[in-house]
């Protein structure tokens, strides 16, 4: 079955300590991508990857860290998380960053207390 | 940036009811998709329609480029169809990333 993964689900966490969301995509997809989705706010994007090795800031991108070692994963990094990175968070994935369908994760609910 | 307006914002249904949603963009765009985000918060996947009419069960889009909006149609609504309902757009050249409406909230009644 096709699907985009996170990992975890749910997470409380405190202050400082570094944390990682993973996301794993079976679609062979060259695009990914992270959100976060606040009341309010809406969905804003985080940092995007066109492909192995090639990432950039999104609108939002401060705190955080991405990697793309392989074209399947694209983990999310915070490495000194604070409160106001307490959010729902989503991994995207799509063949091409335009013309295509997105897939997005089943979502992380993060907590920083 | 390109805007993403939908309406209306909130919408009460009686099961059984149709209803349309309505989305408007303020650029020419390649990529629409609309999604449906469940009560416990997963973000579904509706339908990828940067034109024309697509139909898949009860719900059907339409998209007119020319005129910059979009439509969702739920017929005979569920209860299951209860949640927030997005519409994103993709403006083209130089944007990597998917602008989200504000959603529609569907609450379905029995």
């Known amino acids: 079955e096709a699907q985009v993964t996170q990992n975890p689900r749910y997470l409380i966490t405190v202050t400082g300590k570094k944390l990682t969301v993973t996301c794993s995509q079976n679609m062979n997809h060259e695009y990914m991508s992270w959100y976060r989705q606040d009341p309010g706010l809406g969905l804003r994007q985080i940092y995007y990857s066109m492909n192995v090795e090639v990432t950039d800031k999104g609108d939002v991108p401060e705190g955080y860290k991405v990697s793309r070692k392989e074209k399947r994963n694209f983990p999310l990094i915070l490495e000194s998380p604070s409160p106001n990175q307490t959010s729902l968070y989503f991994c995207?994935?799509?063949?091409?960053?335009?013309?295509?369908?997105?897939?997005f994760g089943q979502g992380t609910r993060l907590t920083v207390v | 940036g390109i805007q993403v307006e939908q309406s209306p914002p909130d919408l009460i249904l009686q099961e059984g009811a149709n209803s349309t949603l309505r989305c408007n963009f303020s650029d020419s765009v390649n990529n629409l998709q609309w999604f449906h985000q469940n009560p416990w918060g997963q973000l579904i996947n509706l339908f990828y329609i940067p034109s024309g009419t697509k139909q898949n069960g009860r719900l059907s889009a339409t998209t007119v480029a020319t005129e910059r909006y979009s439509l969702l149609y739920i017929s005979s609504s569920q209860t299951t169809d209860s949640g927030v309902y997005f519409c994103?757009?993709?403006?083209?050249?130089?944007?990597?990333?998917?602008?989200f409406g504000k959603g529609t909230k569907l609450s379905v009644i029995p």
């Open positions: 994103a757009v993709h403006s083209g050249a130089g944007s990597y990333q998917l602008t």
């Open positions: 995207a994935s799509s063949l091409g960053q335009g013309l295509s369908r997105a897939f």
